[in-house]
Structures are given as structure tokens and as C-alpha cells.
């Protein structure tokens, strides 16, 4: 097998993709490549043309096309439609296909790095975005009891909400302040910080969503910010006790489920996580 893959999005600086995905070409003897494309949005028709191309594989999406693309595929697996985004487009014969990969990702992540099965759980999720759409959707599939959203923007949290809506499931939103915090922070199980904060390079690096006195020395904390490893976040927790579980694994897994799409073939997963490990090492 041979073929070109590549991931779309624009800026690119911080992609690990690259990386993560010609390891686990290398570990299987796939003559292939992954590239960045950064992809501004004005040049993102002439990408897809391209990537229908017969070398073309597929490649991975992420920000600011996940939502874009949606119009401009041939077809949309569940999850994608129901999310309305996706991350990862197949080109099988000149049709491109587009899945999302991040809700599965997560949840592998939540249960095989972090050992927790969110049915029936109590979850505060920590922002209305693209990638909190993912995990909503997925901790609705997963089957959470309860599920809060707190957001910045609170308009947003209502409206991922109002979505999520369906019969007796009833997510609550709320704006990503202290007070509206402490109302559901100390009683979750889980907690996702899915907003940018604490990120390397964003506006809010340095800064935790939740501090330490509103978390549950029970609950598990997962920060799908992966870049730094341990994010301020991550930090409030360990210092509340809780488990601390860094969005490298959801990374990886989303990563897995995607390389299996345009292969056909089983991901090496250690081989992408030491991959991906050496890789934030190297530039921390
Ligand atoms: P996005 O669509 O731009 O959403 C950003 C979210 O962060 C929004 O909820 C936004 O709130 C919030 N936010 C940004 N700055 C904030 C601040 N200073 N204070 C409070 N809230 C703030 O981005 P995204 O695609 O959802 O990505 C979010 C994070 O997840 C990124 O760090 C990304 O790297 C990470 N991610 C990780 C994985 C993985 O595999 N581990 C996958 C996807 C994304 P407003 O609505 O108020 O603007």
C-alpha cells in the first residue's frame, strides 16, 4: 500500500499529527507520507479537490475546517452528522468520506488510559466548542447520569445543550464561573476540561479553569489539552487528590481510529504513543 496523507487545518504549529502517524506507517512498512497542509480557509476547496486525487489516502482535519468541510464530502458517517464536525476524511475511489474520530478517541481514553466508564457517572464539561461538542456527544452515547456544561460564552453551553436534549437526558448549562462551578464541580465524578485554557501558546496558558477546593478528591479529572503534559488544570486536581489524565491518550486513540479508516489496517498504538511522547519531550 502506498499513498499521501496529510492533516488540514490552519495555523499547523502545533500539530503532533505528522509525527504521531508516520511512526505507525514506518511500524507497518506502509510506503506512505504525512504531511501538514496548512490549509487557510480560502484555499480549503482546492485542498478537498486534491484530495481526491488516486494517491490521495485521505487526512485528518482540525482547526478551522471540522465544521467547514462538512458540505463539501460525498458522505458523513453517525457520529459526524450527529456532531455536525469532522476530523477525519476518507478518499475511497475519488468520494471523500467524513468521519469523527474525537468521540470515539475520547471515550477509548477515558476507559483504557483512565480506567473510568462514564455510564451512569456525574460529569461537568468544561466548554461548548468544537472538540466539547465531541465529548458531549460521546458522554451522552456513554450513558453519564448528569451532565453540566460551563462555558465562557454561556449562550453557547445552552445551545450544545438544548441539542443534547432527549428524553429523560437533560444537560444543564451554565457560565464558566466560580459560583456557577460550585454548584457541580464538588459533586461530579468527572470532569472535562474542554475549553483552551492551559493550553502552550493560547491566551490562557498559565490559568486553570477549576481550582482545587471545588474538586472531589474521587472524581477524575481529564484535560484534552495535551501540550504541556501536565496543564494547570491537571495540576488543581492532583493537588485536590483526584486522578489527573492529561488529552495525549484521546490524541493517540483518535489518531488510531482514523489510521485504521485509510488503511484498513490496526493501528500500533504503543508505537504512536512513543511517538507522540518523544515528540512533547522534545519541545517542553
Ligand atoms: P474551539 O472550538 O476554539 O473552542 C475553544 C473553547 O475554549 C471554547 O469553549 C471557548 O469558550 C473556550 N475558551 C477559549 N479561551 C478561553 C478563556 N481564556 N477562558 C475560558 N474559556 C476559553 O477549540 P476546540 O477545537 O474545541 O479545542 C479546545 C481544546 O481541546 C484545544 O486546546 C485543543 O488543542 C484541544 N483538543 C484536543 C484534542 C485531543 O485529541 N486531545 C482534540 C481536539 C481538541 P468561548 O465559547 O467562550 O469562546
Redesign the pocket.
Known amino acids: 500500500m502506498t499513498g499521501r496523507l496529510g492533516i488540514l487545518g490552519y495555523p499547523l504549529g502545533h500539530t503532533l499529527s505528522p509525527v504521531i502517524h508516520q511512526a505507525a506507517l514506518k511500524e507497518l512498512g506502509i510506503d506512505g507520507t504525512f504531511e501538514a497542509w496548512p490549509t487557510p480557509p480560502e484555499q480549503l476547496p482546492a485542498a478537498l479537490r486534491t484530495l481526491r486525487a488516486p494517491d490521495h489516502l485521505g487526512a485528518s482535519v482540525t ?1 478551522p475546517h471540522k465544521q467547514a468541510v462538512t458540505p463539501a464530502l460525498d458522505s458523513l458517517d453517525a457520529w459526524a452528522s450527529e456532531i455536525g464536525a469532522v476530523n477525519c476524511i476518507v478518499n475511497r475511489g475519488g468520494e471523500l468520506h467524513g468521519y469523527n474520530t ?1 468521540a470515539g ?1 475520547f471515550i477509548r481514553a477515558l476507559k483504557e488510559e483512565a480506567a473510568f466508564d462514564p455510564a451512569g457517572a456525574s460529569a461537568v464539561l468544561l ?6 461538542r465531541a465529548a458531549a456527544f460521546a458522554l451522552r452515547k456513554a450513558g453519564v447520569s448528569r451532565l453540566t456544561i460551563a ?3 454561556p449562550e ?1 453551553a445552552e445551545a450544545l445543550a438544548a441539542e443534547l436534549r432527549r428524553g429523560r437526558f437533560r444537560p444543564e448549562a451554565v457560565e ?1 464561573d466560580r459560583d456557577a462551578l460550585a454548584d457541580a464541580v464538588p459533586y461530579a465524578d468527572l470532569i472535562v476540561n ?4 492551559g ?1 502552550t501558546g ?3 496558558a498559565d490559568t486553570s ?1 477549576v481550582t482545587a477546593e471545588l474538586i472531589s478528591d474521587r472524581a477524575l479529572a481529564y484535560d ?3 501540550a504541556p503534559p501536565v496543564t494547570p488544570f491537571l495540576q488543581e486536581a492532583e493537588q485536590a487528590g483526584a486522578r489527573a489524565v492529561g ?2 491518550s ?2 493517540v486513540y ?1 489518531g488510531a481510529e482514523a489510521f485504521t479508516l485509510w488503511t484498513g489496517k490496526p493501528a500500533p498504538v504503543g508505537v504512536m504513543f512513543a511517538a507522540a511522547r518523544a515528540a512533547i519531550k522534545a519541545r517542553h
Open positions: 482547526i474525537d478517541g466548554g461548548a466548542g468544537g472538540a466539547a462555558n465562557r460564552t453557547r464558566l474542554a475549553t483552551s485554557v493550553m493560547g491566551g490562557a479553569p484534552l489539552v495535551y488529552g495525549l484521546m490524541l483518535q
